[in-house]
């Protein structure tokens, strides 16, 4: 992950379930969900989760790079910023699987099943 920031960073694209890491560059207004409604929005959650991973990846590379430009090793530096790379990776990985979810919910055919997965979806959604 570190080195598909560096690359964002450097001009490239990133694609599939890193593509909202391309955002990374840029301002990022925080989010909030403020009435019962709003947390009830998946698409408002799998937002949250977006937010959440971009944000932990964003500060955990800036602090990596600042330690390398501090003249630390890459080895050293990576070390250093260990758990906070684990818990940006936690934070990818939700999201991954919260828009996979959502994605798979959104074929389901049976009306009662549909509904049923989507409440399941909200609790997932919700728990993380």
Same mark, same amino acid.
């Given at each position: ?62 602090q990596?790079?600042? +330690?390398?430009? /501090? ?10 910023? =260990?758990?906070?790379?684990?818990? *940006?990776? #936690? +934070?990818?990985? /939700? ?10 919910? =959104?074929?389901?055919?049976?009306? *009662?099943c #549909?509904?049923?997965?989507e ?10």
């Open positions: 992950m570190i080195r598909q920031i560096r690359s964002i960073r450097e001009g490239d694209k990133a694609i599939g379930p890193f593509s909202y890491l391309n955002n990374i560059s840029s301002s990022l207004p925080p989010l909030s969900a403020n009435t019962e409604s709003e947390l009830r929005n998946f698409d408002n959650i799998l937002r949250l989760y977006e937010y959440r991973a971009l944000v932990a990846f964003r500060d955990v590379s800036t990596f790079e600042t +330690d390398i430009q /501090s003249g630390i090793s890459w080895g050293d530096a990576f070390n250093r910023n =260990a758990l906070a790379i684990v818990e *940006a990776s #936690k +934070d990818h990985c /939700s999201f991954f699987i919260a828009s996979l979810f959502q994605e798979s919910v =959104a074929k389901v055919e049976d009306p *009662a #549909k509904a049923a997965l409440r399941l979806l909200l609790v997932f959604g919700l728990s993380f």
